[in-house]
């Protein structure tokens, strides 16, 4: 009897260290084996019963596994118990020694008192009531059964069980008794939708097969980062990335960055931009050279090198000012036309002949320098004489001192094809051919442009 004692204190120190769950929905079965003992009533008046639970002189107990029990969870705390006992009558109280058979069958309803109080997960109290059918010493009636009992859980499935109680009667066939139990319990049946080893209870993600590290939810790339938490579940990645790779390390997640193989700054999107001109290297035309985005990254070429930006070059294999968007003045001046005529006065030939006199030179040198500054623009060298002379004489002298100074400008370097040569011997005076003076007038040479 002491040992029992003993076993009974033990229990409850176990309750301070177990540290699993009772029995619920997701552990609906429970088989228990154990030893009882049956104490029948000693005296009339509280006290002395309670005396007598306390006591041990008149306990009866087998030493062998005499009580079984089958229980499923209904629901919000309550079961349902089946149990079976057997003992041996040895001791009935003040009425004497006997030796007689004792067997049980009973059904119980258990509530279990955390869900009033409060879940401790190890430690499950209970109260129950329920009818038990009681055979004695060749005497059997139906019994009422009331008590409470606690289990105490050392895992997920296996725990001890002590549930106490009275049997009492009402047509006095079997005296009023106590009823005390200590034995171990298993439960099992728990529900495990998705079958990943996890009670529905305690899995954050039933319906999905995970891992027990991340309370049952899933880490579908592996790499500790469970996927509710996991910005790319697929793709084993970095924690820093929440759980996206950065395969560049320039700590942008490759889902975010432009340029995934390539370190990158964020204000570009993961891309770099060796240039600093704004352009990421991707979409940079030239790369290591700064450049305008409009041009593709590269530098404004200038093809003709006249200052002007082929982009701003209206004409950019050709030199001109900027003034004229790059293209060369095709529009002499007044003032150069009028230059001009000023240096075709002072063009001078020998008498009767297509050479030039001393000085004039100098005039023709002049005529280029306008020709060159206006590069674009086209003349006609006009010759014309006085009226002295047959008339076909003039034409042919007027042609070829046209041609003299056609001649010579393009040997100072202006193009041919600029030029063009007329003789109209006496045919456009501009004066009197009576007078000397008039006829001096006559004798000329004039430049025009002729694409003004």
């Known amino acids: ?10 229990l409850f120190t176990l309750v301070t260290v177990s540290n699993v769950s009772a029995q619920d929905e997701n552990n609906p079965w429970a088989v228990g084996f154990g030893v009882n003992i049956v104490d029948f009533y000693g005296g009339n008046n509280f006290s002395d019963q309670m005396k007598d639970w306390l006591g041990n002189s008149d306990w009866n107990f087998l030493p062998s596994i005499s009580r079984i029990t089958a229980e499923k969870y209904l629901d919000k705390g309550f079961s349902l118990q089946f149990a079976g006992s057997l003992n041996k009558i040895t001791h009935l109280n003040v009425e004497g020694d006997v030796d007689a058979l004792y067997y049980s069958l009973g059904l119980n309803v258990k509530y279990d008192l955390n869900k009033l109080v409060g879940e ?16 004695f010493d060749s005497n059997s009636e139906g019994m009422l059964n009331v008590g409470f009992g606690f289990n105490t859980w050392f895992n997920d499935s296996f ?4 549930q106490t109680g009275t049997i009492k009667g009402f047509a006095d066939e079997v005296k009023t008794h106590y009823q005390s139990s200590l034995g171990v319990v298993i439960k099992f049946g728990g529900k495990d939708t998705d079958g990943d080893g996890i009670y529905d209870k305690y899995d954050q993600c039933p319906e999905v097969a995970g891992l027990k590290e991340f309370n049952g939810c899933p880490d579908s790339d592996g790499d ?33 960055d432009m340029c995934p193989n390539e370190k990158g700054t964020k204000a570009n999107k993961g891309c770099p931009d060796t240039d600093g001109d704004g352009v990421v290297d991707k979409d940079d035309k030239c790369p290591t050279v700064a450049g305008p985005v409009a041009n593709g990254g590269c530098p404004w070429p200038d093809t003709d090198g006249d200052g002007v930006l082929d982009k701003d070059d209206k004409c950019p ?30 063009i001078l030939f020998n008498t009767g002949k297509s050479t030039f006199k001393p000085g004039v030179t100098e005039k023709l040198d002049g005529i280029v320098d306008v020709m060159n500054k206006y590069p674009n623009a086209k003349f ?35 193009d041919t094809t600029r030029l063009d040569a007329q003789g109209y011997g006496e045919g456009q005076p501009i004066a009197t051919n009576d007078t000397a003076e008039g006829r001096e007038q006559n004798r000329r040479v004039v430049v025009k442009v002729t694409n003004k």
């Open 317 to 346: 294999k050709e030199v001109g000012p900027a003034s004229n968007g790059g293209c060369p003045e095709s529009v002499i001046t007044k003032e150069a036309e009028d230059s001009l005529g000023e240096f075709a006065k002072a």
């Open 224 to 256: 500790g980062i469970k996927d509710s938490d996991d910005a790319c579940p697929q793709v084993a990645g970095l924690a820093s990335m929440n759980g996206c790779p950065d395969t560049d390390g320039d700590g942008i997640a490759d889902k975010d």
């Open 1 to 10: 009897m002491k040992q029992l004692k003993l076993a009974v204190i033990a």
């Open 380 to 414: 006609t060298i006009e010759g014309h004489t006085d009226s002295t002379g047959s008339a076909a004489i003039n034409a042919k002298l007027s042609k070829s001192r046209a041609m003299a100074v056609r001649d010579y400008l393009v040997k100072k370097g202006v």
């Open 120 to 135: 401790t997960a190890w430690f499950d109290p209970y109260v129950y009531l329920g009818g038990n059918y009681v055979s």
């Open 159 to 162: 725990g001890l069980s002590f």
